[in-house]
C-alpha cells in the first residue's frame, strides 16, 4: 500500500513540476491579459490608497478649521469684554471721581506745555 501510494505521489509531482511538459494556452494573448489585469489591479489599489488619504486629509483639516472658529470666536468674546472694560476705565466721569478721590485739579495755564 505504501509504495502504491508513493508511486501515485510522484507521479502526481511529475505531473506538476516536470520541466518538460509543454503548457498549451487556449487563448494565446493570456500572458499579456494578465499582466494588463495585474496592472490594471495595482492602479485601482494604488487609487484607492491616494482617495482614502485625500479623505483623511480633508477629515484633519476640516477639524483645524472647526478648533480656528471656536478660537476665533472666542477671542472676539474676549475682545468684546476688554473693549466694554477699556470704554468703563476711561469713563469721564469715573476719572472725574478718582481725581477728586486723589486731590486732583485741572492744571493751571503756565503749568501745561504746548508741544511744536
Not at 22 to 35: C, E, T
Not at 77 to 103: C, D
Amino acid at each position: 500500500m505504501l509504495s502504491n501510494l508513493t508511486f501515485r505521489l510522484t507521479t502526481l509531482s511529475h505531473f506538476f513540476f516536470n520541466k518538460n511538459r509543454r503548457l498549451s494556452h487556449p487563448w494565446k494573448w493570456g500572458q499579456p491579459m494578465v499582466m494588463i489585469l495585474a496592472v490594471l489591479t495595482a492602479m485601482v489599489l494604488l487609487f484607492s490608497v491616494y482617495a482614502a488619504v485625500a479623505e483623511f486629509q480633508l477629515i484633519d483639516q476640516n477639524y483645524k478649521i472647526s478648533r480656528a472658529k471656536e478660537t476665533q470666536k472666542q477671542y472676539l468674546e474676549l475682545n468684546r469684554k476688554l473693549k466694554i472694560e477699556h470704554s468703563n476705565l476711561t469713563a469721564i466721569a469715573r476719572l472725574e471721581q478718582l481725581a477728586e478721590k486723589y486731590g486732583m485739579a485741572a492744571p493751571l495755564p503756565q503749568q501745561v506745555v504746548q508741544l511744536p
